[in-house]
């Protein structure tokens, strides 16, 4: 297409920068407002899509073996069934449990927060005079956290869906790599690049799986020897926020720390139960999982805060879970493209080790 007033092509490389601009803004505009408009079948398929790539190694670990493709498929769905529908019993309990002691402790939070503002008044703070009961709506807080479980109750009824999908997934897992091999050809570079993008992906999910799984398990035990009540829960939060680093381990850290100050008068348990989980974040979060993945896998705090905001927004508390490993798997994608690794360096946490070192110095050639 020739523009008349130029004759010069409208699509290519003679449009300026602010054009090009205004097209790229455009466009991921339009992708955002899909994103948003498609939850519905998005959502099932991008979950289907992580359980697709953590059951993968179990599945072609059965085939080298000699395992028919039908039989491996089965045994992967059944591993993943087996350990989704574990973690939903575990949970269901303290779920139930939580929601019928909920008025409860709606009930000492109204009577430890008089008591603050008591204490507050004793040491000479005129709280009451800017802080009051009526400024904190228990009632909302009930109604935030029912809808909160409500919400997810709902996304659990697509369980059916996100695991046929997953069915079908795993079946084209194994003749995929030769369709895009058949596509590309063999010349093509496009393929080495793609087996390093999904071997990163793979690896990181994996890695992460296995880190939030086990600090999982040890904020669980850790509320068990505290003493706090609903552990399995308290574990099955820390299990899911460990997939968002930094603020994460913090998040998780608020529900433990608010039943121990209204299960106690005073703040010592709550002091020890907020020790431990940082001491969990640290050994996890800043030792294990950063000597494990290496430090080429880490996004800048900033980028976690605002993925957090824009996958909630687009695809609600589901979206802000999975925030961070859609962003990882993007920053990976964009990495190992040429013409877009400027944007992973924006996301990563850290500067290449080019930048920092900066260039070597060249000095005058000898004889010059």
Do not use: C
Not at 85 to 110: E, I, K, M, N
Not at 236 to 260: D, E, M, N, S
Not at 263 to 281: H, M, N, P, W
Request: hydrophobic share 60%; no cysteine.
């Amino acid at each position: 297409m020739v523009s008349k007033l130029t004759d010069r092509p409208l699509w290519g490389g003679d449009w300026g920068p602010g054009a090009r601009f205004l097209v790229v803004l455009a466009s991921a505009i339009v992708v955002v407002a899909g994103l948003k408009a498609g939850a519905p079948i998005l959502l099932p398929l991008a979950i289907a899509l992580f359980l697709a790539i953590l059951s993968l190694p179990v599945m072609l670990w059965l085939q080298r073996r000699g395992i028919p493709a039908p039989v491996a498929i089965l045994v992967a769905l059944l591993v993943d069934l087996g350990v989704f529908g574990g973690v939903v019993l575990l949970a269901s309990g303290s779920v139930v449990q939580f929601q019928a002691t909920l008025p409860q402790y709606v009930g000492y939070f109204d009577l430890r927060f008089e008591g603050w503002l008591g204490w507050l008044e004793m040491q000479g703070i005129p709280a009451r005079d800017y802080i009051s009961a009526e400024m904190v709506s228990t009632q909302a807080i009930l109604s935030l956290v029912q809808g909160m479980f409500g919400r997810v109750a709902t996304f659990l009824s697509t369980t059916l869906i996100v695991f046929l999908l997953l069915i079908f997934m795993l079946a084209e897992a194994s003749i995929f790599p030769r369709k895009f091999r058949a596509a590309l050809g063999e010349e093509q570079g496009d393929l080495g690049r793609f087996s390093k993008i999904t071997g990163e992906v793979l690896d990181y999910l994996v890695v992460k799986t296995l880190i939030s799984l086990a600090t999982g398990i040890t904020i669980g035990i850790w509320a068990l020897i505290m003493g706090l009540d609903f552990p399995i829960l308290l574990g099955v939060i820390g299990f899911l926020l460990k997939y968002v680093p930094t603020i994460g381990g913090v998040i998780a850290a608020v529900p433990a720390v608010l039943l121990a100050l209204l299960r106690e008068e005073t703040v010592g348990l709550a002091i020890v139960v907020a020790i431990g989980y940082l001491v969990i974040e640290v050994v996890f979060g800043s030792i294990l999982e950063p000597h494990i993945m290496g430090r080429r896998l880490g996004l800048s705090t900033l980028v976690v805060i605002l993925s957090l905001m824009f996958w909630a927004w687009v695809w609600g508390p589901i979206g802000a879970l999975l925030a961070v490993p859609l962003t990882m798997v993007v920053r990976i994608m964009i990495g190992n493209t040429r013409d877009l690794r400027w944007m992973a360096i924006l996301l990563d946490k850290e500067l290449p080790a080019q930048v920092v070192t900066g260039p070597p110095t060249i000095g005058p050639k000898e004889g010059a």
